[in-house]
């Protein structure tokens, strides 16, 4: 009831190229999907966030899909660059929780090359 | 704004030793989390904190693993006696307040290997 699946675990892709990680999840109290990215030596820092009454969210190249009937959302990374080569992770929560557990993804490894 | 600051950055110890991690929230921030990250996997929440109480310990190994918040600012985390599956990265995060959907700030971790 607690998982995060992430899928897939590491992706390669050219600069200028679209960069998609999809995650699942089972617990349907889960209302609150954020992305985080981590840099090698780094902690995660938030990315980007959903909540379920929308089905996109978009900020700069970065965009997440989400399908509440299918329990699935998704990161979308336009025109790629090898900035953005880091490890992502998807997390969900409970909003309205009287606590703040983050329930995390085992994360993407994301390669962009130039 | 200053971030998490989290000390020493890096610890190796032998097996069966005690080790001690430190955290210092941003400032103002109520709540403070300390995860779990093993190599190729997500962060696993150990403790949650608000103010200087615990609001979450069920996935705290509390025959090996202690954590204290005096004072509601920083934190100590600690492992007595320590085992070869503790090697790990652990991280310290904290946010304004406590909510599902409140911004965590992570610091940049403490990466501890077990001999």
């Known amino acids: 009831q607690q998982q995060v699946k992430q899928s897939p675990q590491s992706l390669i892709v050219q600069k200028g190229g679209i960069s998609i990680i999809n995650c699942a999840y089972e617990n349907t109290a889960f209302d609150y999907f954020p992305w985080y990215q981590q840099f090698p030596g780094k902690g995660p820092a938030l990315l980007i966030a959903?909540?379920?009454?929308?089905s996109e969210k978009k900020e700069g190249r970065f965009t997440i899909s989400f399908n509440k009937s299918a329990k699935q959302f998704s990161l979308h990374i336009m025109d790629s660059q090898p900035g953005d080569s880091a490890t992502y992770f998807c997390?969900?929560?409970?909003?309205?929780?009287?606590?703040?557990?983050?329930?995390f993804g085992k994360g993407t490894k994301l390669s962009v090359k130039p | 704004e200053a971030g998490v600051a989290q000390s020493p950055r890096y610890k190796i110890i032998e097996k069966r030793q005690s080790v001690a991690f430190w955290c210092n929230p941003i400032s103002g921030h109520a709540t403070l989390y300390w995860y779990q990250q093993i190599l190729g996997q997500g962060p696993k929440l150990l403790i949650q904190?608000?103010?200087?109480?615990?609001?979450?310990d069920s996935q705290l190994p509390k025959d090996r693993f202690s954590a204290e918040r005096l004072k509601g600012v920083d934190s100590t985390l600690k492992i007595q006696p320590a085992k070869l599956e503790d090697s790990a990265v652990y991280l310290c995060?904290?946010?304004?307040?406590?909510?599902?959907?409140?911004?965590?700030?992570f610091g940049p971790g403490t990466r501890l290997l077990v001999l």
């Open positions: 904190f608000q103010n200087n109480g615990v609001v979450d």
């Open positions: 959903i909540r379920p009454d929308v």
């Open positions: 997390a969900a929560s409970i909003r309205g929780g009287s606590q703040g557990n983050l329930i």
């Open positions: 995060a904290s946010s304004l307040r406590l909510a599902g959907a409140e911004t965590q700030y």
